[in-house]
């Protein structure tokens, strides 16, 4: 079967890091997937012409129900879409865009949130039918390079301390985008800097201004960086969003035991356990606070850290991931009446999650 997959592709971002790695599930089943960037479209005419040009074309996969999503509603071959924080947290809150994210809801074959929180919101103001839409973690792996030197990469940084390996340092992996809030812990961080120069926030995202004790990556070393940095001696791992949440900052420090701090937001807290797999913070004084916490009390450390790698490699795994998608697409390839039996009697997507 041959697929078209719409997402946003943006180098060096969650989304297309994720519509690749799904893209590499579904051809490993034995299916074609041309992933092409939702970018390249500016109405649902257009992919629709494309479709109708490339007969070859037997289903369409989406990832965002607006951005993506609203480009199939014109084809007329039958398609899934995958959805996550952005489409409940900020798009829902447009009416305009709310409508346009129902009908492509309705149409869809299947949907697949990413947590049960986003599936329980996406029923309560998209869709009723809940049986349409599957809860399916995203995967995770990480490799680690051997040749990764952490005083190189912090001095590489403008890091102007001498010695570096007394760092503690802070990691805020986000695109320098207002939704994501990056200044948020600014002033309470460059206090608490002053204090005590040897606690230093790293912001890896776009490049900008250096300002006081945060360091700022171009977008063209953050995957290469990432990985290997969460190996070294990093004391936590620092997620903001003004409103809405993306699980991807959280798996690498986690599968690689180091403890997160996350802005007590509900998409955060869907995901993060206060003092079980991480720590809430609610204003920036809490986050000194909690970050106190954190330096102060191994037991808290060891157990934040424990835990977490547990909670990804429980819900998070590979082969789950790459299972759930064989089956969706399966049964995007039955034929219409095939597919509703399929789906009556539990034989394509039975054992999906829920």
Same mark, same amino acid.
């Given at each position: 079967?041959?697929?078209?997959?719409?997402?946003?592709?943006?180098?060096?971002?969650?989304?297309?890091?994720?519509?690749?790695?799904?893209?590499?599930?579904?051809?490993?089943?034995?299916?074609?997937?041309?992933?092409?960037?939702?970018?390249?479209?500016?109405?649902?005419?257009?992919?629709?012409?494309?479709?109708?040009?490339?007969?070859?074309?037997?289903?369409?996969?989406?990832?965002?129900?607006?951005?993506? #999503?609203? &480009?199939?509603?014109?084809?007329?071959?039958?398609?899934?879409? !995958?959805?996550?924080?952005?489409?409940? @947290?900020?798009? /829902? *809150?447009?009416?305009?865009?709310?409508?346009?994210?129902?009908? /492509?809801? %309705?149409?869809?074959?299947?949907?697949?949130?990413?947590?049960?929180?986003? *599936?329980?919101?996406?029923?309560?103001?998209?869709?009723?039918?809940?049986?349409?839409?599957?809860?399916?973690?995203?995967?995770?792996q990480t490799e680690v390079s051997e040749k990764f030197c952490w005083s190189e990469f912090?001095?590489?940084?403008?890091?102007?301390?001498?010695?570096?390996?007394?760092?503690?340092?802070?990691? =805020?992996?986000?695109? &320098?985008?207002?939704?994501?809030?990056?200044?948020?812990?600014?002033?309470?961080?460059?206090?608490?800097?002053?204090? @005590?120069? &040897?606690?230093?926030? !790293?912001?890896?995202?776009? *490049?900008?201004?250096?300002?006081?004790?945060?360091?700022? =990556?171009?977008?063209?070393?953050?995957?290469?960086?990432?990985?290997?940095?969460?190996?070294?001696?990093?004391?936590?791992?620092?997620?903001?969003?003004? #409103?809405?949440?993306? %699980?991807?900052?959280?798996?690498?420090?986690?599968?690689? #035991?180091?403890? /997160?701090?996350?802005?007590?937001?509900?998409?955060?807290?869907?995901? /993060?356990?206060?003092?079980?797999?991480?720590?809430l913070y609610s204003s920036p004084q809490e986050f000194v606070h909690q970050s106190h916490?954190?330096?102060?009390?191994?037991?808290?450390?060891?157990?934040?850290?424990? @835990?977490?790698?547990?909670?990804?490699?429980?819900?998070?795994?590979?082969?789950?991931?790459?299972?759930?998608?064989?089956?969706?697409?399966?049964?995007?390839?039955?034929?219409?009446? #095939?597919? *509703?039996?399929?789906?009556?009697?539990?034989?394509?997507?039975?054992?999906?999650? @829920?």
């Amino acid at each position: 079967m041959k697929l078209l997959f719409l997402a946003c592709l943006s180098p060096n971002t969650g989304n297309h890091t994720t519509a690749e790695r799904i893209r590499s599930h579904i051809e490993s089943a034995g299916h074609t997937c041309e992933l092409r960037d939702a970018a390249e479209f500016q109405s649902p005419a257009e992919v629709a012409n494309l479709i109708s040009s490339n007969p070859t074309f037997e289903g369409a996969l989406a990832i965002h129900l607006f951005k993506a #999503g609203r &480009l199939l509603l014109d084809i007329q071959i039958p398609f899934g879409v !995958i959805f996550g924080g952005t489409d409940i @947290n900020e798009d /829902v *809150k447009v009416e305009q865009k709310r409508v346009v994210m129902e009908q /492509v809801l %309705q149409k869809a074959r299947f949907a697949v949130a990413f947590t049960d929180k986003l *599936k329980e919101e996406a029923e309560l103001y998209l869709l009723s039918q809940s049986s349409r839409i599957y809860v399916q973690p995203q995967g995770i792996q990480t490799e680690v390079s051997e040749k990764f030197c952490w005083s190189e990469f912090l001095r590489s940084s403008d890091a102007s301390i001498e010695h570096v390996d007394e760092l503690r340092v802070f990691i =805020l992996v986000c695109g &320098l985008r207002r939704v994501k809030d990056p200044l948020y812990l600014v002033e309470v961080f460059s206090e608490w800097h002053y204090e @005590n120069p &040897l606690n230093v926030l !790293i912001i890896i995202g776009p *490049k900008c201004t250096v300002c006081l004790c945060l360091f700022f =990556l171009s977008n063209s070393v953050v995957r290469q960086k990432i990985d290997p940095l969460f190996t070294v001696e990093v004391e936590a791992v620092v997620k903001r969003a003004a #409103g809405r949440a993306c %699980q991807q900052p959280f798996w690498r420090p986690w599968i690689s #035991g180091v403890p /997160v701090l996350a802005r007590d937001i509900p998409g955060n807290a869907a995901v /993060v356990q206060h003092e079980f797999t991480g720590l809430l913070y609610s204003s920036p004084q809490e986050f000194v606070h909690q970050s106190h916490r954190l330096l102060s009390d191994h037991e808290l450390r060891e157990r934040v850290v424990r @835990n977490g790698k547990l909670y990804v490699e429980e819900h998070h795994g590979l082969n789950q991931e790459r299972e759930t998608y064989r089956r969706l697409v399966d049964a995007l390839s039955a034929r219409k009446s #095939g597919y *509703k039996d399929a789906v009556q009697n539990n034989l394509v997507l039975s054992a999906l999650p @829920n």
